[in-house]
């Protein structure tokens, strides 16, 4: 399965920030949306950085947490990427050897969309019960 059939089982709709907005209403934005990542990008479109749980409370627990915050102070800015014709599994594997949750998903320097290890998992659990399936049909059929 490649990273398009993955997005196509997913909303249309990707939040985003600037760099410059307030990361508290970047957290609060996270929190209403029950979303985990927030894409950033540059006043211009392109892809600026990702902002995600983790970067906030790394950030708030370090100390610098009781002032307005821009959200490019704690952003993750050196970001791998995917494309839509990458396989699942393949992304699975560079997500988990690099210990990520999100990442962009860009065509012609645009981003389309985020896969999350959640996606990730659903997918893998959304196949090993077709196999499941597949496998009691067939046993079924020998009987």
């Known amino acids: 399965m490649l990273i398009r059939d993955l997005l196509n089982s997913k909303s249309d709709i990707l939040l985003t920030v600037l760099p410059d907005t307030d990361m508290r209403e970047s957290a609060e934005l996270m929190i209403d949306q029950s979303i985990s990542a927030l894409v950033v990008l ?13 970067d906030i409370a790394r950030y708030f627990a370090s100390d610098q947490g009781d002032r307005k915050v ?8 050196e970001l791998i990427t995917c494309t839509p014709d990458h396989e ?4 699975a594997k560079i997500m988990s050897d690099s210990h990520i949750r999100h990442l962009p998903v860009v065509v012609d320097h645009g981003v389309i969309g985020v896969v999350s290890i959640r996606d990730i998992v659903r997918y893998h659990l959304a196949d090993l019960e077709s196999q499941n399936r597949t496998l009691r049909e067939l046993v079924s059929a020998l009987d």
Do not use: F, N
């Open 88 to 91: 699942v599994s393949e992304i």
């Open 42 to 54: 540059s006043k211009e479109g392109a892809l600026a950085g990702i902002l995600t749980e983790r």
């Open 70 to 77: 821009p959200v490019s102070e704690a952003m993750t800015s």
